[in-house]
């Protein structure tokens, strides 16, 4: 869930795998919704002190307005499901698209460079076609974001700004700004069984616990991207050497590679994950184990660059 308060009305919106909490805060936020790829993205824009509800309104309408052009412009050019869509084509042997549409290009090479980086993890060859729908979603949020939201936000228009769905989020603040970012990672065996646990974790070794709570761990940033890959929403839709873990969550500058890594980890399997991602350094992931542990990579003291939009 994403939870957006404003001045008004505490709304609820639904997002599967992410909670932005800032209950807590005298912030006005608006929020705004479009669907595309099949999926509900939330977009949410925080207010300066002096703004008013008006001019934040007029803001994200318009901003929302762009963004669903952007997105359904994506899932028409990157649809396996769409027979004219560039994917289609490619998967039916014309791969003219290289040349002639600066877009699929950099997501192949996106998906070529995630390849190598991840040892063949994450591959977007899925039972022989050329899919890159792992990188596609992180991709068109985090190009919204950069192009509509952080203008936004680098000007000085507003206070923040972030732009998720599917389980990805990327967010920013404005360097004046104290406003954070709090986003809960779910349990997905809470989720999918449809409850709410509220008995208190227990600890069973350092970084480790039990899953006993609806929201387990809970990210703070300011500037930066999480992205959550599983398998208990969209079954099994990613090619798996090891079924160890049913959820990760990763926590980068760009959601491009959070959402490579956690697809990746999915796809890997703890051990290897922890292995390929070792040389990085400075990573922040959270995994869900199939056995229902949790398990902690580095921690917020980790993120590699807080402040990286000042």
Request: charged content about 20%.
């Amino acid at each position: 869930m994403i939870r957006t308060v404003d001045d008004r009305t505490d709304q609820r919106i639904d997002n599967p795998t992410d909670d932005i909490d800032n209950t807590d805060n005298p912030w006005i936020i608006r929020s705004r919704v479009v669907h595309a790829m099949t999926v509900p993205f939330t977009i949410q824009i925080v207010g300066m002190p002096w703004q008013s509800v008006e001019d934040l309104d007029e803001m994200i309408d318009t901003a929302a307005t762009r963004i669903a052009n952007h997105l359904h412009g994506v899932e028409t050019r990157f649809s396996p499901f769409n027979a004219c869509s560039l994917v289609a084509r490619a998967r039916r042997g014309d791969w003219s698209a290289l040349l002639n549409d600066p877009d699929f290009a950099e997501v192949y090479a996106l998906c070529t460079q995630a390849k190598q980086l991840t040892d063949g993890a994450f591959d977007p060859m899925h039972d022989g076609a050329y899919d890159p729908t792992g990188i596609v979603k992180g991709w068109a949020i985090q190009r919204a974001h950069e192009r509509i939201l952080m203008p936004l936000v680098r000007s000085g228009r507003c206070a923040a700004a972030a732009l998720g769905g599917g389980g990805d989020i990327q967010a920013a603040v404005h360097a004046d700004s104290d406003f954070q970012w709090r986003i809960g990672v779910q349990n997905p065996f809470a989720v999918d069984a449809g409850t709410t646990h509220t008995d208190a974790e227990r600890t069973t070794t350092p970084h480790t616990t039990t899953l006993r709570t609806i929201t387990p761990r809970t990210i703070t940033l300011r500037n930066g991207a999480v992205a959550t890959s599983g398998t208990y929403r969209r079954g099994e839709h990613i090619t798996r050497t090891a079924h160890d873990l049913a959820q990760a969550t990763v926590v980068d500058d760009h959601l491009i590679f959070a959402d490579m890594w956690a697809t990746a980890a999915i796809s890997a399997g703890e051990r290897r994950f922890r292995e390929f991602t070792d040389p990085y350094g400075h990573l922040l992931a959270v995994l869900v184990r199939a056995d229902h542990t949790i398990a902690t990579i580095g921690d917020n003291n980790s993120l590699p660059a807080a402040d990286r939009y000042h």
